[in-house]
């Protein structure tokens, strides 16, 4: 199974305009280090990156989109709304989906609450067993 970890950045905002104010997230890097090693993992990081989703020759089994900062999150609602688009479930977490679930909802398939690290291999299971039931 492939899992797509994603920290969507509105670039609009002084904390992406003023590099200092550039720091890392440290969500997907947590959820990176949690992840089991059959599953393969790729990371984008739009404050030190542009990637173009539409093209993504990655192709993952499920997208899962940081929604941290009020401030990002609708630019991670425009990154999920890609997915779900062709069909990729899409799982986002953060502060930001952790207060507003029923906004994050309306662009995930699923949403979670608080700290991922208890139930982020459980996340990864529902997915594999979803995608195999595809196969
Ligand atoms: C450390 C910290 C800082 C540091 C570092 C900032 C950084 N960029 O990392 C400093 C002191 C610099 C800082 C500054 C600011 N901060 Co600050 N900060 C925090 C703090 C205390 C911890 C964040 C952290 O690193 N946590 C550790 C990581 C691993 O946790 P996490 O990202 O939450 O991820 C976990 C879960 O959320 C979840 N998860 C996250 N993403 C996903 C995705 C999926 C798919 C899933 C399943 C789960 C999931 O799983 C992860 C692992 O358990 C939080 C409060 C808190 N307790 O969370 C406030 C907090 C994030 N900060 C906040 C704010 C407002 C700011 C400032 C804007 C303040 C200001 N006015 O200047 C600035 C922004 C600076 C910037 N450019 O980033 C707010 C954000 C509120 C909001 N709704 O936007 C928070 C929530 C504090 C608060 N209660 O007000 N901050």
Redesign the pocket.
Known sequence: MKVLLINPVERSTV?FKLLP????????F??ARLTPDDIEVKLVDELVENFDYENDPFEPDLA???A????NALRAYEVADIYKKRGIPV??????A??MPEEAKQHADSV?L????EI?EA?LEDAKRQASAFL
């Open positions: 904390f104010m550039r720091m890392p997230y440290l969500g997907i947590q959820l899962a989109i940081s941290s900062f009020s401030a799982v986002m977490g953060g502060v930001h952790t207060f979670c608080g700290e991922a690290d982020w996340i």
